[in-house]
């Protein structure tokens, strides 16, 4: 049958390893076979969101992308709404990049996810200094 998980497992793999174009490919076809695959609309919008490459990077996107993973997910998981922060942040509203970002820190605390948590408050760093995040090479 299929279900996405295998696109969407290659997207996480692709991102690792920064290569972005097919990160974005892999969760796309993830979405086509499972439009309401959370883990892969976030890692879509993560990918378009934070890219280093301009090509790929598409903050409007990611924002609408981010949203519908985050909405999906009872606007409750960490990593959703830490994504969605991110998208904010890449398109310029810093406001709502803080606030997701701090409702996402809140939510990773509370399931004693100590790694994303101290990642969130990294990137809030950023958020509250009106800068976006983007990964490195």
Do not use: C, M
């Not at 439009?35 to 903050?59: E, F, K, Y």
């Not at 997910?73 to 803080?98: E, I, K, Q």
């Not at 996402?104 to 948590?117: F, I, P």
């Amino acid at each position: 049958p299929r279900v996405g998980e295998p696109h969407s497992t290659l997207g996480r793999l692709y991102t690792g390893q920064t290569q972005d174009r097919a990160s974005a490919d892999e969760f796309r076809k993830a979405i086509d076979v499972r439009p309401d695959h959370v883990s892969a609309l976030a890692g879509l919008a993560w990918v378009l969101a934070t890219s280093p490459d301009s090509a790929v990077r598409n903050p409007q996107e990611a924002v609408g992308t981010a949203e519908h993973a985050a909405a999906l997910s009872g606007n409750a998981d960490p990593a959703a709404l830490d994504t969605l922060a991110a998208a904010y942040a890449a398109a310029g509203d810093f406001v709502r990049a803080t606030a997701t970002g701090e409702r996402a820190l809140t939510a990773a605390s509370r399931v004693g996810n100590t790694t994303l948590a101290d990642q969130i408050r990294s990137r809030l760093r950023l958020y509250r200094g009106r800068q976006p995040y983007l990964r490195a090479k």
